[in-house]
């Protein structure tokens, strides 16, 4: 009976390829404990001990980053335990605060080439949640592996309820000066200025007291920037300021605010474990969404001419003839960054993976969406282009109206409730009485997408990743356009009678 509850509790913090739960018991129960985490961490390195070559197969070294989180200090404690209890030739190495994809950079760097990382994180979460996310030098593992682990952890809890101390080494390591250091690396050579690139350049950074506040200090300062407008770079937390979350409106108003205020050149934020940024430029205007996408897509394609760009569902029609104007393909493809990751590792002659989140890959970087690297590249352009970053994207449109809207479904609903309403909808825009204008995207591979108002629109209708609940995106050129399509989409939807309209 124990061991199936526990097994429930241990599958139950499974996100997509991520770990997440509560990790502080003030407004909701604790689902994300420190014993699950030294369980999960002690599974996580008997797996790296059982795949490994060579002699890793006994001696396996293991990094530990965290975020800024209250509960981060004890659960790497505890993770730190679990991995040295797999056996005597298991070393964790507490890296402390530190970004996820510099958790991936530590099991390739020389010097480092840890056997497998975990960073404790919850993204932009909030302050009482937690998490992990794992890499080996392959990169970061998926939801299968995930499953796998969190099921031998479960085994684990079963058997032994205290850590036997197994023998194995722990220490302090320190990781997050060397990254910055290849960070400086990039901007030197890409802006090709010598030694002090940024010298004259004021740049605000905005790490949302997560984890990103190294990027100013560390990275731009020592090349010449001028970070003194720059805020929320000490790590809390509580995240006192706001959601550290470049997607969240009031996060990118206060950057624009900071950026206009101290007149600067550029503005950079991050979440708060720095896989993702956006941009702001020096006349306020946000480069995030699709505008940064269109960005690195100039960039990328400026450099891999005719290359394929991968992104997610939700992107624009303007972002397609953007791309295609800059003469490259665009693959819509689905949401979830490691979908649109997976799916450029396929292509051939595929420089960048995008999504509208804020996750941006680059194949030349191994396919790690690293929100510093990314910020990395758009500061070297505006370098060059003097602060112009919207010479980059001249020609590329916002639309006049967007919406999003999520609708949830409630848990009486039938499995696979999502996929039916989805699938509703599509016979609904292929039959007789579609509305007028309407006609159904040449390729979707999630959900349903359709171009409105003869062309000057579009809607998708799509199940979310992780929740109970219908995502509906439009778009609208036309004044009135996106009310004028939601209406009939809610009519649509109308007939589904576990969506909570
Ligand atoms: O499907 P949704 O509910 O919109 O969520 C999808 C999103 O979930 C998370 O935020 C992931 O990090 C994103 O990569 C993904 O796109």
Do not use: H
């Given at each position: 009976m124990r061991g199936?509850?526990?097994?429930?509790?241990?599958?139950?913090?499974?996100?997509?390829?991520?770990?997440?739960?509560?990790?502080?018991?003030?407004?909701?129960?604790?689902?994300?404990t420190p014993k699950m985490v030294r369980n999960i961490a002690k599974a996580f390195t008997l797996r790296l001990q059982r795949g490994g070559k060579g002699n890793k197969a006994s001696n396996v070294s293991v990094g530990i980053g965290r975020d800024s989180r209250v509960t981060g200090e004890e659960l790497c404690e505890e993770a730190m335990k679990g991995i040295v209890d797999a056996g005597p030739g298991c070393k964790a190495y507490d890296l402390g605060l530190a970004t996820t994809p510099a958790m991936f950079m530590s099991t390739i760097t020389p010097g480092f080439e840890y056997s497998g990382s975990i960073m404790l994180t919850a993204s932009h979460l909030p302050y009482d949640r937690n998490g992990m996310k794992f890499f080996t030098p392959e990169g970061g593992l998926g939801k299968a592996d995930i499953a796998e682990i969190l099921e031998m952890a479960e085994g684990i809890d079963g058997s032994v309820d205290e850590a036997s101390g197994g023998g194995g080494h722990k220490s302090a390591a320190?990781?997050?000066?060397?990254?910055a250091g290849f960070l400086r690396d990039q901007i030197v050579s890409g802006v090709g200025a010598g030694e002090m690139p940024l010298k004259g350049l004021k740049i605000v950074v905005?790490?949302?007291?997560g984890a990103g506040g190294f990027f100013a200090r560390d990275v731009l300062e020592p090349l010449g920037a001028d970070i003194a407008g720059s805020q929320f770079l000490e790590p809390d937390g509580m995240f006192p300021n706001h959601v550290p979350n470049p997607e969240n409106e009031e996060a990118m108003r206060s950057i624009q605010e900071a950026v206009?205020?101290?007149?600067?050149?550029?503005?950079?934020?991050?979440?708060?474990?720095?896989?993702?940024?956006?941009?702001?430029?020096?006349k306020g205007v946000a480069f995030n969404k699709n505008r940064l996408i269109a960005a690195m897509a100039a960039i990328s394609l400026r450099d891999k001419p005719g290359a394929t760009v991968v992104t997610d569902s939700v992107t624009s029609d303007a972002l397609t003839a953007f791309i295609e104007s800059r003469g490259g393909k665009h693959l819509r493809f689905k949401?979830?960054?490691?979908?649109?990751?997976?799916?450029?590792?396929?292509?051939?002659?595929?420089?960048?993976?995008?999504?509208t989140s804020g996750h941006g890959a680059m194949a030349e970087n191994h396919y790690l969406d690293d929100g510093a690297y990314m910020a990395v590249k758009m500061i070297i352009e505006a370098a060059r282009r003097n602060g112009d970053l919207a010479g980059l994207v001249e020609g590329f449109e916002e639309p006049l109206e967007a919406t999003e809207m999520r609708v949830k479904y409630s848990e009486s609903a039938p499995d696979g409730y999502?996929?039916?309403?989805?699938e509703g909808f599509q016979k609904f825009c292929e039959g007789d009485s579609a509305p007028e204008?309407?006609?159904?995207?040449?390729?979707?591979?999630?959900?349903?997408?359709?171009?409105?108002?003869?062309?000057?629109?579009w809607v998708l209708i799509r199940q979310s990743l992780h929740d109970p609940l219908i995502v509906i995106n439009a778009e609208s050129n036309m004044e009135g356009g996106v009310e004028q399509t939601m209406a009939i989409v809610t009519e649509f939807l109308k007939d589904y009678e576990f969506l909570t309209l």
């Open positions: 199936a509850a526990c097994f429930m509790s241990y599958k139950r913090v499974q996100n997509g390829s991520d770990v997440r739960g509560v990790a502080l018991g003030k407004q909701e129960a604790v689902t994300l320190s990781f997050m000066p060397t990254y905005d790490a949302g007291n206009a205020s101290t007149g600067a050149d550029l503005g950079v934020i991050f979440d708060t474990d720095v896989d993702r940024s956006a941009i702001v430029d020096s949401r979830g960054y490691k979908n649109v990751i997976e799916k450029g590792k396929q292509i051939e002659n595929c420089p960048l993976m995008i999504e999502g996929t039916l309403v989805v204008g309407w006609a159904s995207a040449d390729s979707n591979f999630e959900g349903w997408r359709v171009s409105v108002l003869n062309g000057e629109g």
